[in-house]
């Protein structure tokens, strides 16, 4: 309709808006079935109430009028379970009680669609509805400077003369608020003509002029319901200045109701100005973000995703393991601190990782709480998020991988790109501006508490060596948000390039496809124009435009021509040494705000290793007396200077007798049995005795243990010396990593997992805190299952180390088997007084001991070449077990079985060797004893004598 004809009848004046009839209903629905939405909600919804309705309320005819307009609040949201309720709003603005009493009826009763979509009678129903009131009544605007929130993609067609290049549609750069005014009149006056039969007036109101001041939005794809078109809008909001008459502050505001711009019965652009109470009159989703985060079940989930990629404490010193110890009451707390408001995101612990070409990472690691509460958030608004990224972004999204992106990449060339801009993005993560990132999370979840939670986990501080660093950009390496908001932040970078290149881009490491070499030097112009708008820059050295007759290598793969190779990940998993250098620190990390003197000292400390006991040492410890090992079906009495054994199932052999004046106490593992007077006799000469479990557990000491208060306090002395519990910690992981070098070894003769054990040991050599020493444990442990378990018949294969429960057999023989071991130890620690509680490696914990771990980690090797043997052997079959998936425990031992590996760890626990500096062999269990006393010696010398096992 031309301007000129816009406006003609009657004679205009400032209350013609109230003359348009305006019905605005709050709908609640609940779901009956399983429901699947895009980002925008407003195509499935609109399908929905057309069919309501009988009728179709966007008109065909481009001269009619949009007289419905929808808000469907709870867009962003993806899924829907049964019984899970959903909230939106419909407005009529025009009086029509024939359309709105079948609204009404039907959809109190919804009725048989004639055409199809999947909100029907069979999928929803009506819960509630009611009108809201004073919809209508207008609050003045004051002022001159004025900020529209889009909260509905915003479609609005430019002005003749701007459009260009096939962009027809205000976009992120495109807004005309001279234009954006016009229309907002034509869209009001049109409906006061289809309630009034004539215009409001034969006057044309000047279009105001205006300057703005700030804008920010994001493009929203959005594709229309049972088919393959996508329409599209922004989001977001702009804020400009103006001087307003009276007329156009009602028509501003009266904007608010009726949406503005194409498809707005569909629910597109609807604005609500800044600072006014209109937005209190609309509905909100049935549940915020918050709300489905803090569900148990999805709390639980997020536990076990963050346990079995990461055993990393932060700063609080709680690893995944011991969060689980009292996993229940841990979820609930959280779950009560979040809803109680008192929920406080924790600072973050600096980690430094060294890199190829002596760089290093700075990694900033939340807590496992904070972990959890992230990883529940990603699982929440993860889809949300993906569906409104462009289908070049490879990295952290479910379905797409480096395989996918080289697949992309393939097919491009097919179609004829054969020049190629390779680049990345300067310390990309280190560098993401806040304030541009913060404007995107404020558009997606400005009126959920979830925000909230975003923006403290972005902006959290560093803990480094007992500073702390307050970061003012970037996101958080180590933090399970970051991947997804990476993702969010980059997505502009991917709308500006996709349509005249074909990019491919995986994180911040990138390659633009062109048909020309010339086309390929455009492209890198508008990458750096992109990125600088997005306060980012490429890294000069990574970037080069390359064709694919000379090669390149990306994501691990190697183009050449039409060939794609997967190479070998030939890259040093550890680097044995760096050294810190301005150059070698990331540009924009938090290490940037660490005295660079202070980073160099740290690094340079050189913290003295142990000095390992001398051969007349050992010997003197091999000399003090021993506890005595009961087991099997054994009976004891006593004399008056022996312990006398008698073998139950052998009753006709000679008792074996053992001289009172040699033993230290007595442990009697299982079902043997003790006269009482030989309990009185053991009293009366100061021996303990001790009964345990057949799986080791101690049950019942007598006497009970009497505490040795300076050996604690040495002991507690230690566990808070930096220097001791580092040293500790170091030698402990040396030696497992070797150990599980050696196994690794004896099951594969052809050894290609030697190097990286080797890379992991030295890397263990220069680690300088207990969270990189427990990260390379961890990548050994990785490293260590992968060997065992191609080393198995494929009917014991396993996906991974779990633990709590253990889901395989595999699995559930490690797990018991490294119980039976932790309970001896346990044991050893207490009868040699020391106190259990007091780790210098593990951290503290009221579930288990934290220095029975400590300890076992040198003799897990045992339970390892066990399980390996007896599967190897035929020794056990899956009969052995029993499966079911319904089970907390969805596999377990049958009981026959559980006695046969208790005694298997048993008879293992017998096998005798020559450890380093001894003079005749020993047993394991004896070994154990004697490792436990040598620690103590160490505890009670202040100074670090322990040396754990190394097998060969």
Same mark, same amino acid.
């Given at each position: !309709?031309?301007?000129?004809?816009?406006?003609?009848?009657?004679?205009?004046?400032?209350?013609?808006?109230?003359?348009?009839?305006?019905?605005?209903?709050?709908?609640?629905?609940?779901?009956?079935?399983?429901?699947?939405?895009?980002?925008?909600?407003?195509?499935?919804?609109? *399908?929905?109430?057309?069919?309501?309705?009988?009728?179709?309320?966007?008109?065909?005819?481009?001269?009619?009028?949009?007289?419905?307009?929808?808000?469907?609040?709870?867009?962003?949201?993806?899924?829907?379970?049964?019984?899970?309720?959903?909230?939106?709003?419909?407005?009529?603005?025009?009086?029509?009680?024939?359309?709105?009493?079948?609204?009404?009826?039907?959809?109190?009763?919804?009725?048989?669609?004639?055409?199809?979509?999947?909100?029907?009678?069979?999928?929803?129903?009506?819960?509630?509805?009611?009108?809201?009131?004073?919809?209508?009544?207008?609050?003045?605007?004051?002022?001159?400077?004025?900020?529209?929130?889009?909260?509905?993609?915003?479609?609005?067609?430019?002005?003749?003369?701007?459009?260009?290049?096939?962009?027809?549609?205000?976009?992120?750069?495109?807004?005309?608020?001279?234009?954006?005014?016009?229309?907002?009149?034509?869209?009001?006056?049109?409906?006061?003509?289809?309630?009034?039969?004539?215009?409001?007036?034969?006057?044309?109101?000047?279009?105001?002029?205006?300057?703005?001041?700030?804008?920010?939005? #994001?493009?929203?794809?959005?594709?229309?319901?049972?088919?393959?078109?996508?329409?599209?809008?922004?989001?977001?909001?702009?804020?400009?200045?103006?001087?307003?008459?009276?007329?156009?502050?009602?028509?501003?505001?009266?904007?608010?109701?009726?949406?503005?711009?194409?498809?707005?019965?569909?629910?597109?652009?609807?604005?609500?100005?800044?600072?006014?109470?209109?937005?209190?009159?609309?509905?909100?989703?049935?549940?915020?973000?918050?709300?489905?985060?803090?569900?148990?079940?999805?709390?639980?989930?997020?536990?076990?995703?963050?346990?079995?990629?990461? /055993?990393?404490?932060?700063?609080?010193?709680?690893?995944?393991?011991?969060?689980?110890?009292?996993?229940?009451?841990?979820?609930?707390?959280?779950?009560?601190?979040?809803?109680?408001?008192?929920?406080? $995101?924790?600072?973050?612990?600096?980690?430094?990782?060294?890199?190829?070409?002596?760089?290093?990472?700075?990694?900033?690691?939340?807590?496992?709480?904070?972990?959890?509460?992230?990883?529940?958030?990603?699982?929440?608004?993860? /889809?949300?998020?993906?569906?409104?990224?462009?289908?070049?972004?490879?990295?952290?999204?479910?379905?797409?991988? %480096?395989?996918?992106?080289?697949?992309?990449?393939?097919?491009?060339?097919?179609?004829?790109?054969?020049? #190629?801009?390779?680049?990345?993005?300067?310390?990309?993560?280190?560098?993401?501006?806040?304030?541009?990132?913060?404007?995107?999370?404020?558009?997606?979840?400005?009126?959920?508490?979830?925000?909230?939670?975003?923006?403290?986990?972005?902006?959290?501080?560093?803990?480094?060596?007992?500073?702390?660093?307050?970061?003012?950009?970037?996101?958080?390496?180590?933090?399970?948000?970051?991947?997804?908001?990476?993702?969010?932040?980059? /997505?502009?970078?991917?709308?500006?390039?996709?349509?005249?290149?074909?990019?491919?881009?995986?994180?911040?490491?990138?390659?633009?496809?062109?048909?020309?070499?010339?086309?390929?030097?455009?492209?890198?112009?508008?990458?750096?124009?992109?990125?600088?708008?997005?306060?980012?820059?490429?890294?000069?050295?990574?970037?080069?435009?390359?064709?694919?007759?000379?090669?390149?290598?990306?994501?691990?793969?190697?183009?050449?021509?039409?060939?794609?190779?997967?190479?070998?990940?030939?890259?040093?998993?550890?680097?044995?040494?760096?050294?810190?250098?301005?150059?070698?620190?990331?540009?924009?990390?938090?290490?940037?705000?660490?005295?660079?003197?202070?980073?160099?000292?740290?690094?340079?400390?050189?913290?003295?290793?142990?000095?390992?006991?001398?051969?007349?040492?050992?010997?003197?410890?091999?000399?003090?007396?021993?506890?005595?090992?009961?087991?099997?079906?054994?009976?004891?009495?006593?004399?008056?200077?022996?312990?006398?054994?008698?073998?139950?199932?052998?009753?006709?052999?000679?008792?074996?007798?053992?001289?009172?004046?040699?033993?230290?106490?007595?442990?009697?593992?299982?079902?043997?049995?003790?006269?009482?007077? $030989?309990?009185?006799?053991?009293?009366?000469?100061?021996?303990?005795?001790?009964?345990?479990?057949?799986?080791?557990?101690?049950?019942?000491?007598?006497?009970?243990?009497?505490?040795?208060?300076?050996?604690?306090?040495?002991?507690?002395?230690?566990?808070?010396?930096?220097?001791?519990?580092?040293?500790?910690?170091?030698?402990?992981?040396?030696?497992?990593?070797?150990?599980?070098?050696?196994?690794?070894?004896?099951?594969?003769?052809?050894?290609?997992?030697?190097? %990286?054990?080797?890379?992991?040991?030295?890397?263990?050599?220069? *680690?300088?805190?207990?969270?990189?020493?427990?990260?390379?444990?961890?990548?050994?442990?990785?490293?260590?299952?992968?060997?065992?378990?191609?080393?198995?018949?494929?009917?014991?294969?396993?996906?991974?180390?779990?633990?709590?429960?253990?889901?395989?057999?595999?699995?559930?023989?490690?797990?018991?088997?490294?119980?039976?071991?932790?309970?001896?130890?346990?044991?050893?620690?207490?009868?040699?007084?020391?106190?259990?509680?007091?780790?210098?490696?593990?951290?503290?914990?009221? %579930?288990?001991?934290? &220095?029975?771990?400590?300890?076992?980690?040198?003799?897990?090797?045992?339970?390892?070449?066990?399980?390996?043997?007896?599967?190897?052997?035929? !020794?056990?079959?899956?009969?052995?077990?029993?499966?079911?998936?319904?089970?907390?425990?969805?596999?377990?031992?049958?009981?026959?079985?559980?006695?046969?590996?208790?005694?298997?760890?048993?008879?293992?626990?017998?096998?005798?060797?020559?450890?380093?500096?001894?003079?005749?062999?020993?047993?394991?269990?004896?070994?154990?004893?004697?490792?436990?006393?040598?620690?103590?010696?160490?505890?009670?010398?202040?100074? !670090?004598?322990?040396?754990? &096992?190394?097998? %060969?």
């Amino acid at each position: !309709m031309k301007e000129e004809n816009i406006l003609l009848g009657n004679k205009f004046t400032l209350t013609f808006i109230d003359s348009i009839f305006v019905e605005s209903y709050n709908v609640k629905l609940k779901f009956k079935k399983p429901i699947h939405f895009h980002f925008y909600h407003g195509s499935k919804l609109f *399908s929905f109430i057309s069919n309501i309705l009988e009728y179709h309320p966007l008109p065909q005819d481009k001269k009619k009028v949009n007289d419905i307009v929808i808000y469907p609040c709870e867009s962003s949201r993806i899924f829907y379970k049964p019984g899970d309720e959903y909230n939106f709003q419909i407005t009529f603005l025009r009086n029509d009680q024939k359309i709105i009493r079948n609204f009404f009826s039907n959809l109190a009763n919804i009725p048989e669609f004639e055409f199809g979509g999947d909100l029907n009678k069979d999928s929803v129903e009506l819960i509630d509805i009611f009108k809201i009131p004073d919809y209508t009544a207008y609050e003045p605007l004051g002022g001159n400077e004025f900020t529209l929130k889009f909260i509905t993609p915003l479609r609005m067609e430019r002005k003749e003369e701007d459009k260009k290049k096939g962009k027809t549609l205000f976009d992120l750069e495109y807004f005309d608020c001279k234009h954006f005014f016009k229309l907002l009149y034509k869209r009001i006056a049109d409906l006061y003509k289809l309630n009034c039969g004539t215009y409001p007036s034969n006057e044309i109101p000047d279009n105001p002029e205006a300057e703005i001041l700030d804008k920010y939005f #994001i493009w929203i794809d959005v594709p229309k319901e049972n088919n393959k078109i996508t329409l599209g809008g922004m989001i977001g909001y702009i804020k400009f200045r103006t001087e307003l008459e009276e007329l156009w502050k009602r028509i501003l505001w009266f904007g608010q109701i009726t949406h503005v711009g194409k498809n707005s019965s569909a629910g597109f652009g609807k604005y609500l100005i800044e600072g006014y109470n209109h937005k209190t009159l609309i509905p909100k989703p049935s549940k915020n973000y918050l709300q489905l985060v803090v569900n148990k079940e999805n709390l639980l989930n997020a536990f076990i995703h963050i346990k079995n990629n990461s /055993d990393i404490a932060g700063i609080d010193g709680i690893t995944p393991d011991i969060f689980e110890l009292n996993l229940e009451q841990n979820i609930n707390n959280l779950i009560e601190e979040i809803k109680s408001g008192q929920y406080k $995101a924790s600072d973050l612990q600096g980690i430094i990782i060294p890199k190829a070409n002596n760089k290093i990472r700075a990694l900033a690691i939340p807590t496992v709480k904070d972990r959890i509460l992230q990883r529940a958030v990603v699982q929440i608004i993860g /889809d949300s998020i993906d569906h409104l990224l462009e289908e070049n972004s490879y990295a952290y999204r479910k379905g797409l991988s %480096r395989k996918g992106a080289a697949l992309a990449i393939n097919e491009a060339r097919k179609h004829g790109y054969n020049y #190629i801009l390779e680049s990345d993005i300067q310390s990309f993560f280190d560098n993401v501006d806040w304030e541009l990132l913060f404007k995107k999370i404020e558009i997606l979840f400005d009126n959920d508490p979830i925000s909230e939670f975003l923006l403290s986990w972005i902006k959290s501080d560093v803990i480094f060596n007992g500073i702390k660093i307050k970061r003012t950009k970037g996101l958080p390496q180590g933090a399970v948000i970051s991947p997804l908001l990476a993702n969010l932040f980059l /997505d502009e970078f991917d709308e500006a390039l996709q349509d005249n290149f074909k990019l491919v881009r995986y994180a911040d490491d990138f390659v633009i496809l062109c048909k020309s070499k010339e086309q390929a030097e455009n492209a890198l112009i508008e990458v750096k124009k992109t990125l600088e708008n997005l306060k980012l820059e490429i890294k000069p050295s990574k970037t080069r435009i390359i064709s694919f007759d000379e090669g390149f290598q990306y994501l691990g793969y190697l183009f050449l021509k039409s060939l794609i190779i997967e190479k070998n990940d030939e890259r040093k998993e550890n680097i044995l040494d760096y050294e810190i250098t301005p150059e070698s620190i990331p540009e924009g990390s938090w290490l940037t705000l660490v005295d660079l003197e202070k980073l160099k000292s740290l690094h340079k400390t050189d913290l003295q290793e142990i000095t390992p006991l001398k051969k007349n040492e050992v010997q003197e410890i091999l000399l003090e007396k021993f506890p005595l090992y009961v087991t099997g079906n054994s009976y004891i009495h006593i004399d008056e200077e022996n312990i006398n054994i008698i073998n139950d199932d052998e009753p006709d052999v000679v008792p074996i007798k053992y001289p009172l004046q040699d033993i230290v106490s007595v442990v009697i593992i299982g079902n043997s049995r003790i006269s009482m007077p $030989a309990i009185f006799k053991l009293n009366e000469n100061n021996i303990p005795i001790y009964f345990c479990r057949p799986n080791g557990e101690l049950k019942l000491s007598i006497p009970l243990n009497n505490p040795d208060f300076n050996l604690w306090t040495n002991q507690l002395t230690l566990a808070n010396d930096y220097d001791f519990t580092l040293k500790f910690a170091r030698e402990v992981v040396k030696a497992k990593i070797n150990n599980h070098k050696v196994i690794a070894r004896r099951v594969n003769e052809e050894n290609d997992y030697k190097e %990286r054990f080797n890379s992991l040991i030295e890397k263990a050599k220069i *680690s300088d805190s207990l969270d990189s020493l427990r990260g390379i444990e961890g990548s050994s442990a990785s490293l260590f299952y992968e060997v065992l378990n191609n080393s198995i018949p494929d009917e014991w294969k396993f996906d991974r180390r779990n633990k709590r429960p253990p889901k395989d057999p595999v699995n559930t023989m490690l797990s018991f088997g490294y119980s039976i071991l932790y309970h001896h130890i346990s044991t050893a620690i207490l009868l040699e007084g020391i106190n259990p509680q007091i780790g210098f490696y593990h951290k503290p914990s009221n %579930r288990y001991y934290p &220095l029975a771990s400590d300890l076992q980690e040198e003799f897990r090797h045992i339970i390892d070449s066990l399980v390996l043997y007896i599967i190897r052997r035929n !020794m056990v079959t899956r009969k052995d077990f029993i499966f079911e998936d319904s089970n907390y425990y969805p596999c377990f031992m049958t009981k026959d079985f559980r006695k046969k590996f208790i005694s298997m760890v048993e008879e293992r626990l017998k096998v005798e060797f020559t450890p380093p500096n001894f003079s005749k062999k020993i047993t394991y269990k004896e070994f154990i004893v004697f490792q436990v006393k040598v620690l103590k010696f160490s505890i009670q010398k202040k100074e !670090m004598k322990y040396q754990p &096992l190394w097998i %060969r």
